[in-house]
């Protein structure tokens, strides 16, 4: 792998990431709740456990979630 194709992934993984938070954040304003966003099959189909845990520690998320669900979601994982 050469030097742009790991920055393509490392640029695509992010984005990636960055669209799961607004989904999750979107759904939990919808109404669900995290455990139920997470184990969604839009969430489990593009990402792995290690992500999701990093999706936990995105700052919006934990403002958007708060963190007693972000804490209960992450003991769940």
Not at 28 to 37: C, F, K, N, Q, V
């Amino acid at each position: 792998m050469g030097l742009a194709d790991f920055v393509r992934n490392l640029f695509s993984r992010s984005e990636g990431l960055d669209r799961l938070s607004a989904y999750v954040i979107r759904e939990h304003e919808r109404g669900r709740s995290l455990a139920e966003i997470l184990e969604d099959p839009y969430v489990r189909n593009r990402s792995t456990p290690q992500q999701r845990e990093r999706l936990l520690d995105k700052p919006e998320v934990i403002r958007a979630i708060g963190d007693d669900a972000v804490a209960s979601a992450r003991e769940q994982l």
